[in-house]
């Protein structure tokens, strides 16, 4: 009767090494519990059978969990340790019974068991329990402590008794543990899709590596594929926006749901009719949020005639701020002359002669080009055969065919702003201390953040060295972008300096003057939300009436846009979380390189958290 007592020990502990003064050696199946260890010198006293599993316990957690030893950890001979099955902790909430585990050091391998009594049948769907018989299946699972997991499932093979059903034996699927065909376990492959949806192909497949799990780019991928894609659901508003696939050449539309901050859908193009057609299949859609772009406008006008369009706010400032800035690039002659209430500024040469007193080459290129524009255009040439012809951009031509005359272009090319400007009042102190040593000058500067070369701060230095030394010391030029940004900023956030040197260029240039009223009055109206009075509509009379070129063509498209554009101006919608979305479209073509298609990158936009 003793023998017969050996059964009673766990069989998911067995085939686990026992202690022995030989080393390590794995006991049979049917005698593992058969005997103590025998006496000896120098090995220890006979323990009871409870006991000499209770060791065997604590040393499988110890390796589990990378500590020395594990005191105090004692179960009933069941699987269960300290309280907590072994199924819980390695595979938590599926009913499956813990056979056997084995460790070593780079796996871990859990034989298991399923504990359901019956299972339905595929075909039909009735329960079964009959066995027909067992096969093994192995699943690959999570990694545990830095170690690739193998569970080895016993699984069963039932027979259906439905005599109408087509299958006479059906293979037993675990929920939450196997699929049909799979050989991995649920857990581990939403893991490897929630990884592939933020990393992509390459980089979570190097990420598994290091985390112990076999896997590829190629099934990374599939798996983001064989995601379903969310519902769009009911959208009364609607944001849009495009993005570039290849920049300057191919876009794309994102769609987003402003009442949840979602992206909804991703359209291949950014044509009107294609969002006209997406429009159709949403009638529910009562608000768009879009920018100015003509195809929108034009999509939205065909497909939900319903929907209150309304123009962003960013996007008028920003177009605002560019028409400006096109304004100031015209006139930015009169940036380079001293400004009074800089107290002087900095000697002037000749612009269309270099350092050495030569003709520069650009200024004889402009000229030679702008003729050649302008008399094949008095010819009738269009634009693009000039272009064509020309070996030039189109919009290169554009700009020399719109210029009013070539002293306008010579602005620009000449007083072009170059890396050394926000160093010449400190280049102008060291030389009148002594220094003029090129290069340990330039070392200077390069650790004040400098970036240029030594041979910008020797051309910097040539008057000087030819004896043309300013009286005062320089202080950097004014630049397009830095006024722009004072007109576009509120009056009150300006400095003293700042405030009198728009004064003066508005005194010098009242084409200067008048753009910059028409800019404050605009960007008031957008940033305070506000239009009575028709303000809108009598700015634009006022621009179109005596405004410059660049802010008259805005005003024309604002007229075309008229009823968006108000609504911008009297409602809180605003296209902020498109936009956002927009940024982040841009992290994730980056990750990939810019070689997945768009059907890949249609799925990453649309999952991704």
Not at 13 to 36: D, I, K, Q
Not at 67 to 82: E, F, N, P, R
Not at 339 to 358: M, Y
Not at 452 to 462: E, M, P, S
Request: charged share 30%; hydrophobic share 35%; proline share 5%.
């Amino acid at each position: 009767m003793a023998r017969q007592s050996t059964g009673n020990g766990p069989s998911h502990w067995r085939g686990l090494p026992v202690p022995s003064t030989g080393g390590t050696r794995m006991r049979p199946r049917r005698s593992a519990c058969a005997r103590p260890f025998p006496p000896g010198p120098g090995r220890p006293s006979p323990i009871t059978h409870k006991g000499r599993w209770r060791w065997r316990r604590e040393r499988v957690l110890a390796h589990l969990l990378g500590s020395v030893a594990i005191s105090g950890v004692v179960g009933q001979l069941s699987g269960v340790m300290g309280g907590v099955e072994i199924a819980d902790l390695l595979l938590p909430g599926i009913e499956v019974r813990v056979e056997r585990l084995v460790l070593t050091d780079t796996e871990v391998r859990v034989a298991v068991s399923s504990r359901a009594g019956s299972a339905a049948c595929s075909g039909c769907g009735r329960g079964s329990s009959r066995v027909h018989c067992y096969y093994p299946r192995t699943l690959a699972d999570r990694p545990v402590a830095g170690r690739r997991v193998r569970v080895e499932l016993r699984a069963r093979r039932l027979v259906c008794g439905n005599e109408r059903c087509d299958r006479r034996t059906f293979a037993e699927q675990i929920p939450a543990l196997t699929r049909r065909h799979a050989r991995r376990t649920d857990a581990l492959t939403a893991h490897l899709a929630e990884v592939a949806l933020f990393l992509g192909g390459r980089p979570g497949a190097r990420l598994f590596r290091r985390m112990a799990v076999d896997t590829c780019k190629d099934t990374l991928i599939r798996l983001i594929r064989a995601l379903p894609l969310p519902a769009a659901g009911t959208v009364p508003h609607l944001g849009v926006d495009e993005f570039a696939l290849r920049r300057g050449r191919t876009y794309a539309t994102i769609l987003v749901d402003m009442t949840t901050r979602r992206p909804i859908d991703v359209l291949a193009d950014r044509a009107a009719s294609t969002f006209a057609t997406w429009l159709r299949d949403h009638p529910e859609v009562r608000v768009v949020c879009r920018d100015r772009a003509g195809s929108f406008r034009e999509g939205a006008q065909a497909g939900a005639p319903q929907a209150v369009q309304v123009a962003d706010a960013w996007h008028l400032l920003n177009n605002l701020a560019q028409a400006v800035e096109r304004v100031i690039g015209r006139h930015r002659v009169d940036l380079r002359e001293p400004l009074t209430s800089h107290d002087g500024g900095p000697h002037r040469h000749d612009g269309e002669l270099d350092i050495h007193g030569r003709p520069r080459p650009l200024v004889a290129r402009t000229r030679e080009r702008h003729r050649q524009i302008h008399e094949r255009m008095d010819r009738g040439d269009s634009l693009r055969a000039i272009a064509r012809d020309l070996h030039l951009s189109r919009g290169t031509v554009n700009r020399f065919a719109h210029a009013e005359g070539v002293e306008e272009l010579l602005v620009a090319a000449v007083n072009r702003p170059t890396l050394v400007d926000d160093y010449r009042h400190y280049l102008h102190h060291r030389w009148m201390e002594g220094c003029t040593n090129a290069a340990a000058l330039t070392r200077e500067i390069q650790r004040l953040g400098y970036r240029g070369d030594i041979n910008t701060v020797r051309r910097h230095l040539k008057p000087y060295r030819n004896g043309e030394v300013p009286t005062t010391a320089p202080l950097p030029h004014l630049s397009v972008r830095s006024v722009t940004d004072w007109i576009m900023r509120r009056p009150e956030h300006l400095t003293d300096v700042e405030r009198k040197g728009l004064d003066e260029l508005c005194g010098r240039n009242t084409a200067l003057a008048t753009t910059i009223e028409y800019a404050r009055r605009l960007a008031l109206m957008i940033r305070e939300r506000r239009s009575e009075h028709l303000a809108l509509d009598v700015w634009i009379a006022d621009v179109r009436l005596d405004g410059q070129r660049e802010l008259r063509t805005l005003a024309n498209g604002i007229r075309r846009d008229h009823a968006a554009v108000r609504a911008a101006l009297t409602t809180t919608h605003t296209s902020g979380a498109v936009e956002g979305h927009v940024t982040r479209i841009k992290l994730l073509k980056r990750q990939m390189y810019g070689r997945a298609n768009f059907d890949l990158l249609r799925r990453r936009i649309l999952l991704s958290p």
